[in-house]
């Protein structure tokens, strides 16, 4: 099964910058990377599950959420087969546990998620 592993999760103040990392492996037999399209997606305590950004591998066509637009920025490494998550201008509300998402073809994976907390 397809393996996401999130990184670059943590603390950071108000107006503070950080990098998540979604290394992507394991594809099955005839997959390649550029089968998919790779989602981050966040949940803050007592909320539901929001998707913040997403690009297609292929061509490289991306989303954002009204949320983030402006402040964050997705991007891949095809020889790294690893999407980033490029997040600027932090504010407290996008504390949450953010999640990397693959989707090819109706097979979804996801990784285990990482913390992203911003103190004001």
Same mark, same amino acid.
């Given at each position: 099964?397809?393996?996401?592993?999130?990184?670059? =999760?943590?603390?950071? !103040? +108000?107006? &503070?910058?950080? $990098?998540?990392?979604?290394?992507?492996?394991?594809?099955?037999? *005839?997959? @390649?990377?550029?089968?998919?399209?790779? =989602?981050?997606?966040? !949940? +803050?305590? &007592?909320?539901? $599950?929001?998707?913040?950004?997403?690009?297609?591998?292929?061509? *490289?066509? @991306?989303?954002?959420?009204?949320?983030?637009?402006?402040?964050?920025?997705?991007?891949?490494?095809?020889?790294?087969?690893?999407?980033?998550?490029?997040?600027?201008?932090?504010?407290?509300?996008?504390?949450?546990?953010?999640?990397?998402?693959?989707?090819?073809?109706?097979?979804?994976?996801?990784?285990?998620?990482?913390?992203?907390?911003?103190?004001?």
């Amino acid at each position: 099964e397809v393996s996401l592993v999130e990184s670059g =999760g943590g603390l950071v !103040q +108000a107006g &503070g910058s950080l $990098t998540l990392s979604c290394a992507v492996s394991r594809f099955p037999l *005839g997959d @390649t990377f550029d089968d998919y399209g790779i =989602g981050w997606f966040r !949940q +803050a305590p &007592g909320k539901g $599950t929001e998707r913040i950004s997403e690009i297609v591998i292929t061509d *490289g066509v @991306t989303y954002y959420a009204d949320s983030v637009k402006g402040r964050f920025t997705i991007s891949r490494d095809n020889a790294k087969n690893t999407v980033y998550l490029h997040m600027n201008n932090l504010k407290p509300e996008d504390t949450a546990v953010y999640y990397c998402n693959a989707d090819t073809f109706g097979r979804y994976y996801w990784g285990q998620g990482t913390q992203v907390t911003v103190s004001s």
